[in-house]
């Protein structure tokens, strides 16, 4: 799933840290519990909500929610 895709450049919101990974919500398949084990995604679960959080540092396991939105200063409105 993310395995090909470039390291992210995405900075925790908390820390500062660039060492986040995206959160990734359903069930999961071998290769995606693969790519958990191996850090480059964090499992959210099965239930997913609209506001859940789509971000997780592993420097400092802040969690939060990403939106184009939220970049360009603007509220989210799912």
Known sequence: MTGDKKKSKRKCEECGSTDVVPIVYGYPMEE???EAEEGKVSLGGCC??????????????HEWRYTRAK????????
């Open 32 to 34: 995606l519990l693969q």
């Open 48 to 61: 997913v909500t609209d506001d859940d959080p789509n971000w997780h540092c592993k420097a400092c396991g």
């Open 71 to 78: 970049r360009k200063g603007k509220p989210y409105l799912p």
